[in-house]
């Protein structure tokens, strides 16, 4: 009796948290519901349809080109277009010219910040702080969404271990572990935790899937991999991103298995929905089901119909939903109940973001004037930008910089304010970003001078720098020779006591579409470097750049080396910042940087081979490696120093084997062994000696970003569980294996402590 007490008790909690947990949606699928009885066949597709903004401009939506398709209720959202008016006006005529009335969806890119501009995504991630990072989308949410946008296209988290691909910026790295983790910071910082309030916005996890492996690092290029990578290397940050709850999933250009990602069917239902149990909608990459066309997959019905049966819900720009689909209905290649799911899930978005409640619930004028762009907002980025700098180098403490003397500051990225956002800043305005030289005029003020010379162009290939700096981020070309340049430059630098050289990428070499083959600093820019050098001065290389570079020639010569990425709107305060010491450098990078690009694809946790060389050999005959390189990065993925120093301990485990169930500890302590107050990223790596399939030779498992002043110690200690251990194996089961496991504790992924333990 009492047995039957507990279980209908029991009963009666099931039964209320579902209640609890169903009682909204039933609401919306009601809503909905009885919304779809009154669509026609052609307005349930025109909500599939995501067409460009165009050209509409302020007063002048209803004679724009896409006002009579809303009209007719042929748009089922716009994106990219920017301002309350604008949006506004938009909205106006389908919530009052349609016949349904039915709100538009308004969609941008907004990736790393909207008008204050955080750094790009592959910098934020080496800052390794989540919270930063969900700070970051939480205020580009606010600022967009004060803007009338409720739709981000983000997080990317596309994993990327080819640095030739130039949308490595725009990820957050090579490892999954931390993807995933950043991909769930993301989403939380976008969407909140009530996506109907009007300052959180839909999030949009892309490109689903693998976009960051194509082939030879060449954009939009074929992507074939087995589904064990794809499982255990390259899908956790996107399912990370889903289980967080991001409301929307964005497909990839590339194919995954022979099929690609728009058609995949066993990818957008079998992998997203059913395995993972997304339930939010799909859109597809700009024109991404025309270009199945050229894929080789069919004509734009048969392709439209592909995508749709795959689980695409809406389509990007190329209306092949809006112009094939009624037909294909009609000759039975696809059902009513896949038009009907698609916009479904689309209405779904709507009324969850509060849009069928008020059309105009992100378009307030008064937030758009107090919320955008504000002080509170670029303080945050500028803390935020210092926490992304990686110091790769700093030898005979050239740095911290003093704010006396005279410093040059050299080079074609010091005074170049449109580069800084760095690329996808849609919404920044870019003469409101702050250049390095003002950067560090603000910081030194009248204590010391700052002479500036530009000292060279971007490269000597004017078409390559024209095609660098593309969507107004020109460097202004200078037309004088480059002799005549360099020695303007080497005037400044006689004057100087301290040379600071901005060198490297401008912010359009990276980003979609930006691939390259040569990823070394350009030809000019690296003689103006040598010849730098050789005035005997300490130089300082602040490195612009949106990937990774081989630096190998660099890292020989050059006493400092800071790696800014590109550091957002707040930019040149922020590398003041760091530079004269105000902010002690933490970053560490999330890419390993190669010695030279034949190296790449190079990434910390790549297996064994069966081959592999001795212990403190570079090269040996017939064992895995190249005759003229060693198989060694340049700089380790987890690397960056401090201008302190930290030593860490033996590690200390609790015991020698952990049982299923049961956990084990282990721990370090680190002390700052210099002289400043700094911040260290203690980080855990994991290798399962046996498996049954092969495993990496080192994964990241856990890390703790730690303050220590000069001086201090601290114990970091990391519980080590078995659901840390498991991967997908042969059979695509997630399990972990019993045997023996190597622990490693350290300051990056090449410099650890070991310790040995079992799972039993
Ligand atoms: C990019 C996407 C982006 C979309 C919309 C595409 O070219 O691949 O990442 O969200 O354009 O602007």
């Avoid at 919304?35 to 165009?54: C, I």
């Avoid at 250049?435 to 530009?454: D, I």
């Avoid at 570079?549 to 930019?571: M, Q, Y």
Wanted: net charge neutral; glycine share 8%; charged share 25%.
């Amino acid at each position: 009796m009492k047995f039957f007490k507990a279980y209908v008790f029991l009963l009666m909690i099931i039964a209320a948290s579902a209640e609890a947990q169903t009682a909204p949606d039933a609401k919306m699928n009601q809503f909905v519901s009885s919304l779809m009885q009154k669509m026609t066949l052609d307005e349930k597709l025109g909500q599939l349809n995501l067409p460009g903004a165009g050209d509409i401009t302020t007063g002048q939506a209803s004679s724009s080109g896409i006002a009579q398709k809303i009209e007719e209720g042929k748009v089922g959202g716009l994106f990219n277009i920017k301002s309350v008016e604008k949006i506004r006006d938009v909205q106006k005529i389908a919530v009052e010219k349609s016949r349904l009335k039915i709100p538009l969806i308004f969609g941008m890119d907004v990736i790393h910040g909207y008008q204050t501009v955080f750094p790009i995504p592959l910098g934020l991630s080496c800052s390794w702080d989540m919270q930063l990072i969900e700070r970051s989308a939480r205020i580009a949410a606010i600022e967009a969404s004060a803007d009338g946008i409720c739709w981000t296209f983000s997080p990317m988290v596309d994993i990327s271990r080819d640095a030739r691909w130039g949308r490595a910026s725009e990820g957050s790295g090579e490892d999954p572990y931390l993807g995933s983790l950043i991909a769930k910071a993301m989403v939380k910082g976008y969407q909140g935790d009530d996506l109907s309030k009007n300052n959180t916005i839909l999030a949009c996890v892309k490109h689903f899937a693998l976009y960051g492996a194509v082939e030879a690092g060449r954009e939009y290029n074929t992507t074939d991999m087995s589904r064990l990578r794809m499982y255990n290397e390259y899908f956790p940050p996107y399912k990370a991103a889903v289980d967080a709850g991001a409301g929307s999933v964005m497909t990839s250009f590339n194919e995954v298995d022979g099929i690609p990602s728009s058609a995949n069917k066993w990818l957008m239902t079998d992998v997203l929905r059913k395995q993972w149990g997304f339930k939010g909608m799909v859109v597809t990459d700009y024109t991404a089901i025309n270009e199945l066309i050229d894929h080789g997959l069919g004509d734009l019905k048969t392709v439209s119909a592909l995508a749709l049966k795959a689980g695409v819900d809406m389509d990007m720009v190329g209306e092949g939903f809006l112009t094939t689909l009624k037909q294909s209905l009609k000759e039975g290649k696809i059902t009513q109940q896949q038009i009907d799911m698609a916009c479904r899930r689309i209405l779904e978005a709507k009324y969850k973001l509060g849009l069928f409640e008020d059309p105009y619930r992100y378009c307030n004028e008064q937030r758009s004037k107090t919320e955008i762009f504000t002080a509170a907002h670029r303080k945050e980025a500028r803390e935020t930008a210092a926490q992304s700098f990686v110091l790769l180098k700093n030898e005979n403490r050239v740095l911290p910089l003093k704010k006396n003397g005279t410093i040059a500051l050299i080079g074609p990225l010091a005074n170049a304010a449109e580069n800084m956002p760095g690329t996808w800043s849609v919404a920044a305005d870019f003469k409101k970003a702050i250049p390095l030289l003002s950067g560090l005029k603000n910081a030194v003020g009248t204590g010391a001078k700052v002479l500036y010379a530009k000292g060279s162009n971007l490269t000597a290939d004017s078409a390559l720098e024209e095609r660098s700096t593309m969507f107004g981020k020109s460097l202004g070309r200078d037309n004088r020779s480059a002799e005549v340049l360099l020695k303007e430059a080497l005037a400044a630098a006689s004057q100087s006591d301290v040379i600071v050289a901005a060198l490297g990428e401008a912010s359009e070499m990276s980003g979609e579409s930006s691939s390259r083959t040569d990823i070394e600093i350009p030809d000019v820019q690296k003689e103006l470097l040598q010849a730098l050098l050789k005035t005997g001065k300490p130089v300082v290389l602040v490195l612009f750049t949106g990937r990774p570079l081989a630096l190998k020639w660099e890292n020989d010569h050059v006493p400092a080396i800071l790696n800014v990425w590109f550091g957002g709107s707040e930019a040149g305060d922020a590398i003041a910042d760091v530079l004269f010491g105000g902010v002690n450098p933490s970053g560490k990078l999330t890419m390993t940087f190669p010695q030279n690009v034949g190296q790449v694809p190079l990434f910390y946790n790549h297996k064994n081979t069966g081959r592999p060389l001795a212990e403190g050999q570079w090269f040996q005959k017939f064992r895995s490696n190249y005759l003229d390189v060693s198989n060694d990065p340049l700089y380790p993925f987890g690397y960056g120093l401090s201008y302190t120093s930290f030593s860490y301990s033996d590690i200390k485990l609790s015991g020698n084997a952990v049982k299923k169930g049961g956990t084990i500890t282990a721990s370090v302590t680190v002390t700052n062994a210099g002289t400043a107050e700094g911040k260290e990223t203690v980080q855990l790596y994991i290798r399962d000696l046996v498996g049954s399939i092969t495993r990496p030779v080192k994964e990241l498992k856990g890390f703790q970003k730690i303050s220590l002043k000069a001086g201090e110690s601290k114990v970091v200690t990391f519980n080590i569980t078995e659901n840390d251990l498991k991967f997908y194996n042969s059979d695509l089961k997630f399990a972990a294996e019993p045997g023996d496991f190597k622990l490693f504790i350290g300051t990056n992924s090449r410099d650890v402590k070991e310790a040995d333990f079992k799972l039993l």
